[in-house]
């Protein structure tokens, strides 16, 4: 079975200022990494998603995160927050044998103040 | 906007009412879902649809009962719910493969009195 951990439930920072979200699976076997972000009163939208190749994926909003298989990290990252990145986010994984579940974590939120 | 839409977006119901979420999407999309998402509680899946047939139950009360008529609809229908049944019900639809991405609904705010 495949787990997710978000150790963080809220991370404040100041606008402009670099951010790290933590995220750390558990899983048997080979997984596809995820981030989707949840602005208030909406669904989830992707950020980004690791599949293979390089380790550092690239996604909206200046959005990056880098896959560490030794670790079992998936850390997102932006250098410079703005307030409309006030948001929950949510690292996931699926199994990478066809299986279309998606496993989330239990999200953390990002509160960027002015 | 995400391609896939439900309604209604808000639903308050008493306890004895029966009611029905509908999510559709038209993205050629294969797989659909059914999450709930509670206050200070991680994303629980329910249900998984892949190609009209329920592949996932994921221990789900009988009270909440899925429908999947076609590859594009998926229905929650509702029935004696309780007050903690009250949260965000999200859909998602996906091409059915573990490499592409899901996309959501913007849910439905249940609220059970």
């Known amino acids: 079975a495949q787990s997710v951990t978000q150790l963080d439930s809220q991370v404040p920072v100041f606008e402009e200022a670099p951010v790290e979200l933590r995220c750390n699976y558990s899983?048997?076997?080979?997984?596809?990494l995820f981030w989707y972000v949840q602005y208030p009163n909406q669904g989830l939208q992707l950020l980004l998603k690791?599949?293979?190749?390089?380790?550092l994926v690239k996604g909206i909003n200046g959005f990056e995160a880098e896959f560490n298989k030794s670790q079992t990290s998936f850390h997102l990252r932006k250098p410079s927050v703005h307030i409309s990145d006030t948001a929950e986010y949510f690292c996931?994984?699926?199994?990478?044998?066809?299986?279309?579940?998606?496993?989330f974590g239990s999200g953390t939120r990002l509160l960027v103040r002015p | 906007e995400t391609g896939v839409t439900q309604t209604p977006r808000h639903l308050v119901m008493g306890m004895t009412n029966k009611k029905s979420l509908k999510c559709e999407q038209h993205?050629?999309?294969?797989?659909m879902y059914w999450y709930k998402q509670s206050a200070k509680k991680p994303l629980e899946l329910m249900f998984v649809?892949?190609?009209?047939?329920?592949?996932e139950n994921n221990s789900v009360p009988s009270r909440f009962s899925p429908e999947c008529p076609n590859s594009s609809h998926l229905f929650l229908h509702l029935h004696t719910l309780q007050p903690e049944d009250s949260a965000l019900y999200l859909c998602?639809?996906?091409?059915?493969?573990?490499?592409?991405?899901?996309?959501f609904g913007q849910g439905t705010r249940l609220t059970v009195v």
């Open positions: 998602a639809s996906s091409r059915g493969q573990g490499n592409t991405e899901a996309f």
């Open positions: 899983s048997s076997v080979s997984v596809y």
């Open positions: 690791y599949l293979s190749g390089s380790t």
């Open positions: 996931a994984v699926s199994r990478m044998d066809s299986s279309y579940k998606l496993i």
């Open positions: 993205l050629g999309h294969n797989a």
């Open positions: 649809y892949n190609f009209k047939e329920q592949t």
